[in-house]
C-alpha cells in the first residue's frame, strides 16, 4: 500500500526555481527552501530536504531526501547528494561530485566522488595523471634488475 504524502513545500521569500525542477513535499513536515535560494533547471529535491538562506545550486544536480544544506552554500552542476546528510555553511562542492558523508566543516571546499577536500583531490589528481609514466618506470626498473 503506497504511504500518504501529507507534507508540504515552503518556498520562502527571494526564492528562484529554475525550469523542469522537481520539489518533492515532505512525507511529513516539510520541505523548505529559505529565503533567497536560487536553483538551477533539471534539479531534483526530495522529500523533507531543507536548504539554507542564499544557497545557490546548479543545473542537474539531485539532492536525496532528509538531507540538510546550510546557508550561502554552493553547489555545482550534476552534483549528488545522498540522503540524511548535514551540509555546514559556506559549502562550496565542485561539479560533478558524489556526497556520501555529511559535510561539518564550514566554509569547506570539496571535490570529486567520494568528494574530499579541494586540495587533497587536485594533488591525488596531479598523481592520477602521471600513473602511466610512473607504471612504465617500474616496470622499466624491474627488467633492469632481474
Not at 16 to 22: C, I, K, L, Q, R
Not at 24 to 35: E, N, P, V
Not at 44 to 62: L, S
Not at 94 to 101: E, L
Request: hydrophobic letters at 40%; one cysteine or more; charged letters at 25%.
Amino acid at each position: 500500500k503506497k504511504i500518504p504524502q501529507i507534507g508540504n513545500v515552503i518556498l520562502e521569500d527571494w526564492v528562484e526555481v529554475g525550469a523542469n525542477t522537481t520539489i518533492d513535499r515532505a512525507t511529513m513536515g516539510s520541505t523548505i527552501l529559505r529565503k533567497g535560494v536560487k536553483i538551477d533547471n533539471l534539479i531534483q529535491i526530495a522529500h523533507n530536504v531543507e536548504i539554507g538562506e542564499n544557497t545557490v545550486i546548479a543545473a542537474q544536480t539531485g539532492i536525496s531526501g532528509s538531507t540538510k544544506i546550510g546557508k550561502n552554500c554552493m553547489i555545482g552542476g550534476q552534483v549528488g547528494i545522498i540522503g540524511h546528510l548535514v551540509i555546514a555553511d559556506g559549502v562550496k562542492i565542485a561539479a560533478q561530485s558524489g556526497i556520501g558523508k555529511s559535510i561539518k566543516e564550514e566554509n569547506a571546499i570539496v571535490e570529486g566522488s567520494p568528494a574530499i577536500n579541494i586540495r587533497d583531490f587536485q594533488r591525488s589528481y596531479v598523481h592520477f595523471r602521471r600513473l602511466d609514466k610512473l607504471v612504465k618506470r617500474i616496470d622499466e626498473i624491474e627488467r633492469t634488475t632481474k
